[in-house]
């Protein structure tokens, strides 16, 4: 049976998890046809096959690593944690890993989002070269020179009226394309984790016609909550704005230094301070899961 590999890539640590693939409609029929002949026989094998078909387990590994310098490859390091954490799952798993698929998702240490006006005249219909010269014009501000290492998307939302523009580090994905190619796996994914997210809550926002503030935090490879925050503000299923800033902890309970900043960036966005948050929190305790939060905690 194939497996799925995920890549977590946070800022100072790599987490690979081997989950194997749902069995496919031949297997499960195999297994209820086998299940059949053991009832038949009172044996728990036939002819030699197991009755139940065979699962490889979940098998996790994490790598911690310390940022390069600036001056080095950024991607260098987190690429030697990912392949160490991989060779880790490897030498743990029972099946060859040969031909497995790699979902690899990156956190805000290594992509950036942006969300800009557009200024022109409400369904004005943009060409796609104009659409990207103008998200990478904003990342070529946002991020200076470095912007040309990156990969970049945009997306004009649905109000016509706003781009949300996501870059993520070009060598990291060369670096762990390499990677894969070198172990004879096959990499079908590698973009930010907060875009899946940011889909589900555009979504869910133009289907209630709501507006909601997603407060994206992420792990800093202990339980602490890294000082990197993001913040998108989401009207009728269009992001209209994002923020992106440090926070640090909070020394004592009378400081709520992240709920603070959330106050500051509704105030800018012009939203009501009784919005509606949205709290997530990356990596989860699995692949694809976040850790949804009652309190931001600070």
């Known amino acids: 049976m194939s497996a799925t590999l995920h890549m977590e890539l946070c800022a100072t640590s790599v987490r690979v998890t081997l989950l194997p693939n749902a069995p496919s409609r031949t297997q499960r029929w195999l297994h209820a046809w086998t299940a059949h002949r053991k009832h038949k026989s009172g044996s728990d094998r036939v002819n030699g096959t197991p009755a139940h078909p065979v699962q490889m387990p979940l098998i996790e590994e994490t790598v911690a690593f310390a940022p390069g310098r600036a001056t080095d490859?950024?991607?260098?390091?987190?690429?030697?944690?990912?392949t160490q954490a991989l060779e880790?799952?490897?030498?743990?798993?029972?099946?060859?890993?040969?031909?497995?698929?790699?979902?690899?998702?990156?956190?805000?240490?290594?992509a950036q989002l942006h969300v800009v006006p557009l200024g022109f005249p409400a369904n004005t219909r943009l060409p796609d070269r104009q659409v990207q010269s103008i998200g990478q014009a904003v990342?070529?501000?946002a991020l200076g020179s470095p912007a040309y290492a990156h990969l970049v998307r945009c997306q004009i939302q649905e109000d016509g009226q706003h781009l949300c523009v996501v870059s993520l580090a070009s060598s990291l994905v060369a670096g762990i394309q390499a990677l894969c190619s070198s172990r004879n796996l096959k990499l079908i994914s590698c973009q930010p984790a907060i875009t899946e997210q940011l889909a589900s809550q555009l979504l869910g926002s133009a289907?209630?016609?709501?507006?909601?503030?997603?407060?994206?935090?992420e792990q800093d490879g202990t339980s602490e909550r890294a000082q990197m925050v993001n913040f998108v503000r989401i009207v009728?299923?269009?992001?209209?704005?994002?923020?992106r800033t440090l926070v640090p902890h909070?020394?004592?309970?009378?400081a709520p230094v992240l709920h603070a900043t959330v106050d500051r960036f509704l105030a800018a966005a012009g939203a009501p301070q009784d919005e509606h948050l949205v709290r997530c929190t990356w990596p989860g305790n699995a692949p694809d899961q976040l850790i949804a939060t009652g309190e931001l905690h600070p």
């Open 73 to 82: 490859d950024p991607a260098a390091a987190i690429v030697q944690a990912a």
């Open 88 to 110: 880790a799952v490897r030498a743990r798993s029972t099946a060859a890993l040969d031909g497995s698929r790699v979902r690899v998702r990156a956190g805000m240490a290594w």
């Open 139 to 141: 990342a070529n501000e």
């Open 207 to 217: 289907r209630r016609g709501d507006a909601r503030t997603m407060v994206w935090t």
């Open 236 to 243: 009728s299923g269009s992001a209209v704005y994002a923020w």
């Open 250 to 254: 909070s020394t004592t309970e009378s």
